[in-house]
């Protein structure tokens, strides 16, 4: 398959099947986020996988969470589906990794980061799909009360809190405008 192929088939996936993802399968999915473009590079990441102490932990803070979305009623019903999922247990999702950068030394640093390091998530994601694995990139990491459950240091941020599992259910490609729409040239 083509690279374009690729990253049009994969789907963010909110709903697993409790089947543990082999090790051999989640090898290469780190090893894919190790070949992500970095400044220099300084591969500013570091992976940590979460157990089922530190788990609970975080689900009963994103349930609270996701108790205060869902109780606006003006939530659309696409986001207010994707959070029901997600609050039970993450959507059964049998893997859970957080993704952070480390802190930056200098102004570069502070927008490369954070950069390379979203690229080494997007690496990941597109690794799993690629060994049948889907995921959902969540961006609740980044609440003060997660950094403390995951023991983030001061200055290193949660880019992602990646849930990863097989689907139980592959949702439809969601409509994406053509890039022309995005495109601008300068003289």
């Known amino acids: 398959m083509n690279i374009i192929d690729h990253l049009k088939q994969r789907r963010t996936v909110r709903q697993f099947k409790p089947d543990a993802i082999p090790g051999e399968t989640l090898e290469i999915v780190f090893e894919a986020a190790m070949w992500a473009p970095s400044h220099g590079n300084t591969q500013p990441w570091e992976f940590v996988v979460i157990g089922r102490e530190t788990r609970a932990r975080l689900l009963a803070l994103f349930r609270t969470k996701a108790d205060e979305l869902l109780a606006d009623p003006d939530l659309p019903a696409p986001k207010r589906n994707s959070i029901t ?14 993704v952070v950068c480390r802190p930056p030394a200098d102004d570069l640093e502070r927008v490369e980061n954070p950069l390379s390091t979203a690229a080494a998530v997007q690496n990941m994601c597109l690794a799993a799909w690629d060994e049948g694995v ?5 961006s609740f990491g980044r609440a003060p009360p997660v950094r403390g459950v995951l023991g983030v240091k001061e200055g290193e ?12 259910d592959v949702p439809k490609a969601p409509p994406r405008e053509a890039f022309s729409a995005h495109l601008r040239e300068v003289p």
């Open 85 to 98: 999922i997600l609050k039970e247990d993450f959507g059964g999702a049998p893997f859970m990794v957080a």
């Open 134 to 138: 889907g995921a959902v990139w969540l």
């Open 157 to 168: 941020s949660v880019v992602a809190l990646l849930a990863m599992g097989y689907p139980a």
